[in-house]
């Protein structure tokens, strides 16, 4: 059973740092690209980042551009975000995804599997 699970998520002041971490177990993801989305209440499911099966490839948001960086640890099956400079429009459930490609989608909708979201708050 393919499993994801976000971890890291917390209440953090606006100008802070958080980085969340997505631990994928069931089966190897090193042929697959994976990605962050989030979702703020009363608004849809909106892409983050993305980072290719190698590490070698990455897309941004631009909301998030210059401030977030994704990456991975092929070797554990971990998904990084690196948040700085937080702002209180970061504010939402962030969820973990990965795809069976190998190259990056922006659309929610290729992305087979997902964790069960970690939440991150930002106060001003």
């Known amino acids: 059973q393919v499993q994801l699970v976000e971890s890291g998520g917390g209440l953090v002041q606006a100008g802070g740092s958080l980085r969340l971490s997505c631990a994928a177990s069931?089966?190897?993801?090193?042929?697959?690209?994976m990605g962050w989305f989030r979702q703020a209440p009363g608004k849809e499911r909106e892409f983050v980042a993305a980072?290719?099966?190698?590490?070698?490839?990455?897309d941004y948001a631009d909301s998030v551009k210059g401030r977030f960086t994704i990456s991975r640890d092929t070797s554990k099956n971990i998904l990084y975000l690196q948040m700085n400079s937080l702002k209180p429009e970061d504010t939402a459930v962030y969820y973990c995804?990965?795809?069976?490609?190998?190259?990056?989608?922006?659309?929610?909708?290729?992305?087979?599997?997902w964790g069960q979201g970690a939440q991150v708050t930002v106060s001003s």
């Open positions: 995804a990965a795809r069976s490609f190998v190259s990056i989608s922006t659309n929610h909708r290729g992305y087979s599997y």
């Open positions: 980072i290719n099966w190698s590490g070698g490839n990455t």
């Open positions: 069931g089966r190897t993801f090193g042929n697959s690209a």
